[in-house]
C-alpha cells in the first residue's frame, strides 16, 4: 500500500556551517577542537569546504529533487568581534541563500548551530568561572544584535528561521557531561543559568526576526526523541523530559513552528539512563537503531508546544547505506501514522546533506546523502540519496 504525504509538505536536507564550511578558526568549537584534553577525535579543519563549494552542493540537492535546504550562519564570521561586523560575511550568506532561490529550494536559515565567537564564548568572568558564555545573561543580548543585523540583510529571501538550534544539547554537553565548550561536568548551577540565557535569546530573537525585513516563520529547532521506563520508573520520564524539552517546548508557544530533531530514544532506569537495551540494534553512534523516534518526538512536540512542527532533522550515522533507506523508510512510515493520527507535521528535512564533521566523533560517523573524500573533497552521490529522492519525487512511501 501507498502511503501519501499532505499537499506541500516540505522535503529537505540540512547541514551546519561549521560542520561543513571549512576555516571557522573564530568560535569557541574551533578552540575546544585543538585544547588539550577534550573529547574531541579530530579537528574539523577544511571541513567540506562547502563555504566554497556550496553552488556544486545546491546543484546536488536541485538534481535530487528537494524542496529545501537547511543551513546556518556563522555567528563568528559575521560578527568576529564584538560590536564589528562582517559586510563580506553577510554578502555571503546573500548569495547562498540567492543560489538557494535560484534552484527553487526554500532557503531554511539557522542563526546558532551549537557555534559561538570566542569573544562572547569567553564574557562573563565572576559569573560561572572563566568563559561563561551561554551561563552570561547578557549573551542573550549579544545574540539578539547580531540576529538585528543579520535579518536586515537577509531577511528578505529567508523562507524559515530557526533561532537556535538545539539549546538542550548545549546545555546538556556544555556543563553536565563535559563532551562540548565550555567542557563543565556536573556543573548544575551554569546548567540552570545557560538554560535561562538560551530561552530568553529565542524569545528576542523570535521578537527581532519578526520585526526585521520579510516574511517567513520562525521557530527553534529542539533535541528530542523517544523516552522509554522500566518497570516501576515510569515517573521518571517526565522528570527528565521537563527539564530537557518540556522547558523549550513551552517557550515555543506562540512560535510560527517548532522545529524537531530525534534519531533515537532514551531509556531510563530506577538509578537514571541506562544504554541500549540488550537485543536492539546499536549505531556507530552508540545509541539505538530507533526508526520511530522522529513520529514519537512531533507526537510530544505539537502537544507541549501546540504549534505546527517541521521534523528539521532525522537521519543516522552509518557506512551501510541499505541500513540507511531502511531507517529513513521505517521513520517516514511512523511519521505518516502521526500525520494520519492528526498532528501537524508540516515537512521532514534529512540530516545530512553531506558526510561532515560530526563534532567530538569528527568524521567517522557518516549521515551524508553525499560522500565526501577528505582528501580531494570530491563528491559521490550515494545510493541512498537516489532512493529517498524517490520518495521526494512521488511524496509518498510507495511499497
Known amino acids: 500500500m501507498t502511503t501519501t504525504f499532505p499537499d506541500g509538505f516540505l522535503w529537505g536536507t540540512a547541514t551546519a556551517a561549521h560542520q561543513v564550511e571549512g576555516g571557522n578558526w573564530n ?41 529545501a535546504y537547511r543551513f546556518s550562519l556563522e555567528w563568528s564570521r559575521i560578527e568576529p568581534e564584538d560590536g564589528e561586523f562582517s559586510r563580506a560575511a553577510l554578502d555571503h550568506y546573500a548569495r547562498v541563500i540567492a543560489a538557494c532561490r535560484d534552484r527553487d ?49 537577509l531577511g528578505d529571501e529567508i523562507g524559515m528561521a530557526c533561532t537556535i538550534n538545539e539549546p538542550n544539547i548545549v546545555t546538556l554537553m556544555g556543563w553536565l557531561m563535559g563532551m562540548f565548550p565550555p567542557g563543565r561536568e556536573n556543573d548544575l548551577d551554569g546548567y540552570t543559568r545557560a538554560t535561562e540565557t538560551m530561552i530568553a535569546a529565542h524569545r528576542r530573537a523570535v521578537e527581532i526576526l ?40 513551552e517557550a515555543a508557544r506562540g512560535d510560527d513552528f517548532v522545529g524537531v530533531q530525534a534519531y533515537s530514544r532514551t531509556r531510563v532506569g530506577p538509578n537514571g539512563v541506562l544504554g541500549p537495551e540488550p537485543g536492539v540494534e546499536v549505531l556507530p553512534m552508540g545509541y539505538e537503531y530507533w526508526p520511530t523516534a522522529a513520529a514519537a518526538a512531533a507526537r510530544h512536540a505539537a502537544e507541549v508546544a501546540g504549534v505546527p512542527v517541521f521534523v528539521t532533522e532525522n537521519g543516522i550515522g552509518t557506512d551501510d547505506d541499505e541500513q ?12 505518516a501514522q502521526a500525520i494520519a493520527d492528526g498532528v501537524d507535521v508540516r515537512g521532514w528535512f534529512h540530516w545530512s546533506l553531506l558526510d561532515n564533521f560530526e563534532w567530538a566523533f569528527g568524521y567517522r560517523m557518516r549521515f551524508g ?25 512521488a511524496n509518498a512511501l510507495e511499497p
Open 369 to 393: 546523502l553525499v560522500a565526501v573524500d577528505r582528501a580531494t573533497q570530491v563528491r559521490t552521490v550515494k545510493p541512498s540519496a537516489a532512493a529517498i529522492a524517490r520518495i521526494v519525487h
Open 27 to 67: 568560535n569557541d568549537w574551533w578552540a575546544w577542537e585543538h585544547a588539550p584534553g577534550t573529547h574531541c577525535s579530530e579537528v574539523s579543519g577544511d571541513a567540506c569546504d562547502h563555504l566554497t563549494r556550496y553552488p556544486d552542493d545546491l546543484d546536488l540537492l536541485r538534481d535530487l529533487g528537494f524542496g
Open 105 to 153: 529550494l526554500l532557503p531554511v536559515v539557522t542563526f546558532h548551530h551549537f557555534t559561538t565567537p570566542r569573544w562572547a564564548a569567553a564574557s562573563g568572568a565572576g559569573i560561572a568561572g572563566d568563559g561563561a558564555g551561554w551561563a552570561d545573561p547578557l549573551t542573550a543580548e549579544r545574540f539578539a544584535r547580531f540576529c538585528e543585523r543579520a535579518v536586515a540583510r
Open 324 to 335: 540507511r533507506v531502511r531507517y529513513v523508510r521505517e521513520s517516514l512510515a511512523a511519521l
Open 210 to 249: 519578526r520585526a526585521g525585513p520579510g516574511d517567513f516563520p520562525v521557530g527553534l529547532t529542539l533535541s528530542m526523541g523517544d523516552w522509554a521506563a522500566e518497570p516501576g520508573s515510569e515517573d521518571r520520564v517526565p522528570q527528565y523530559r521537563a527539564h530537557h524539552e518540556d522547558v523549550y517546548l
